[in-house]
């Protein structure tokens, strides 16, 4: 849970229809997995065109760059920028151009992103007039610029915009009501040991829950299964 607070187990993954609250895949993994791979494996097989929502533990420029290939659209709240110092210059704070390779700080010092993706201020940032907001290392700024960076700033900008906010607030509820049945009565914890069993039983889970929505959808059988309107 944090680096000081761990906990044996797993994780449960779902995509769901927003607008119903249907699931429609569900994967169990170790609690050390990560999530991004996880999500996009949930949606093998589904048409291309796709509107994707997801918390930023799905926001990682490989996810992204994966359902861009798959041809969906990512509405995934972004990953959570630190500054090296409290209330300091982030990352986008510095001009990066990978096309040129370049990094350009605040202050306007430009460098050269070298081969292992890094650039690095060194004995630029002696004398700095902005040291203070910018880094606290002896050695100067270090940037570590991401191989899917101009992916995720797009990301961070989007999510600034009326388009990405509306929709994450519309159909976040609906999500987190399918998350909350999934849960509840105990299913927080898992029955066996194993990845393979405890899968087994929340494929079971997801499925009553699914029955359940869809009979307080309407579903009903007069000569066979139909919803009403």
Known sequence: KSSSHYRDGYKAHIAVEPDTGIITAA???????ADGPTGVAL???????LEILADSAYGSGETRAALQEAEHRSTIKPIPLRSAVPEGFTIDDFAI???AGTV???????????RTGYASFGP???GCPLRDRCTRSPRGRKINVHPHHDLMLAARRAAETEEFKVPYRRHRPMVERSIAWLVAD??????YRGVARNQLGLSMRVAAINL??????GLDHEGGWMLGT
């Open 43 to 49: 949606l093998e097989g589904e048409a291309p065109g």
């Open 186 to 191: 105990g299913h927080r914890r898992v029955r």
């Open 212 to 217: 359940r929505r869809l009979i307080n959808l």
């Open 124 to 126: 630029r940032c002696r």
């Open 27 to 33: 994967a169990l993994t170790p609690a050390n997995a």
């Open 97 to 99: 151009d990978t096309t």
């Open 104 to 114: 350009t700080c605040p202050q306007g010092q430009t460098v050269h992103i070298n």
